[in-house]
């Protein structure tokens, strides 16, 4: 045990002197979770829009003025004609236009919305945002109440979804990293000739990185809920069991990343092809696995953090108990113990050759 723990603080030591490794580990994390918290954010806010009314009657006047009141919207001008709100639009001078009925202030109704549809998710939010507005709560037939995110925070979408791309990234392309340097440099054959056996040589170094992810979920936590303002409803000792499950599981797809590669920047390119464009493309980190295509659905099926990101949705924002997740946690599970027996059984192969 004593020879482990040498291991495990040589590896650490050395993860401690390598600035490089160090701002990855812990300079990514705070700056994506600032940049998808504050500046990458598909909030409703200070919308260019452009009234269309020929007439100024009580009740039309009542909703220009909540929209005028909202943050949501910013009115820039008030023209005659729905043509000129069009060739504003078109002009990029505008995104929405309001047109009012001349019948508005009688029948409560009568409104048509010209919209800017280069984003057709954006186009569709401002659109449901301004008939919310618009239309008086007292009269409106639309009653919407929004449980879990009240106030519409991109970031209660964002932070569980930052959380599943950095710890797999960061555990399991540093841990093929380190392990193919090793072998890069030649000194692989030094360790395993050393007195501990070659899979405690390997276990010695992903726990290093084990315990950085544990670090770095607790800093993405904590950022979560002050400086984001993003409450955890649910049990933090669930969230961080299932995040260990995730961790171990990021780990071993590491080792076994590390059984391919033969040099680093190999191992690099295999992470981030393996890695980084289908956690960020298919996972439902960005974009709702039920809207792809059916064919990219069961890719989809296969990709870890989709059920992670799934998971941390319902414990964090959600609030509900583990038996909620039991599905997302027994799939994860058994990713962790296939992609582990699959990674120590080459592991071992390639050093009987």
């Known amino acids: 045990m004593k020879p482990f723990i040498s291991f495990v603080i040589k590896e650490t030591r050395h993860i401690l002197r390598d600035k490089r490794t160090m701002l990855i580990l812990f300079g990514m ?7 998808f918290g504050f500046a990458i954010t598909n909030d409703v806010k200070n919308v260019r829009t452009v009234v269309v009314t020929s007439q100024r009657d009580h009740q039309t006047q009542a909703a220009i003025d909540r929209l005028a009141a909202s943050e949501y919207f910013t009115i820039t001008a008030t023209i005659p004609t729905p043509k000129e709100a069009e060739r504003l639009i078109r002009s990029q001078k505008a995104d929405l236009a309001v047109v009012f009925a001349q019948d508005f202030a009688s029948k409560h109704s009568g409104v048509q919305f010209i919209v800017d549809g280069a984003d057709p998710n954006m186009a569709q939010q401002w659109t449901t945002y301004a008939q919310q507005v618009i239309l008086n709560p007292q009269n409106s037939m639309v009653n919407l109440k929004l449980l879990y995110n009240p106030r519409m925070k991109s970031a209660y979408n964002f932070v569980p979804a930052i959380m599943g791309m950095l710890l797999l990234l960061i555990c399991a392309m540093m841990t093929s ?18 007195p501990v056996q070659p899979l405690m040589i390997i276990v010695a170094k992903a726990v290093p990185y084990l315990l950085q992810a544990l670090l770095i979920l607790l ?57 980084l464009l289908p956690t960020v493309m298919l996972s439902g980190m960005l974009f709702p696995v039920e809207s792809m295509p059916r064919i990219l659905q069961w890719i989809s099926a296969i990709i870890p953090p989709r059920y992670y990101i799934q998971s941390m949705r319902k ?39």
């Open 29 to 35: 994390p705070v700056v994506l979770m600032l940049l």
């Open 177 to 194: 990293v380190s392990i193919v340097r090793e072998k890069e440099q030649g000194t692989m054959e030094v360790l395993l000739v050393s």
């Open 219 to 275: 800093i993405i936590l904590a950022m979560s809920a002050t400086v984001l303002d993003v409450p955890l409803q649910g049990s933090l000792g669930w969230i961080l069991l299932v995040s260990f499950i995730y961790i171990l599981l990021a780990l071993s797809l590491g080792l076994f990343i590390s059984n391919v590669a033969q040099t680093q920047f190999v191992a690099l390119l295999v992470s981030a092809m393996m890695l």
């Open 315 to 353: 414990l964090m924002i959600m609030g509900v108990g583990i038996g909620e997740v039991w599905q997302e946690v027994t799939v994860l599970s058994g990713m962790t113990i296939a992609l582990l027996v699959a990674a120590l059984k080459n592991f071992n192969k390639r050093l009987t050759v």
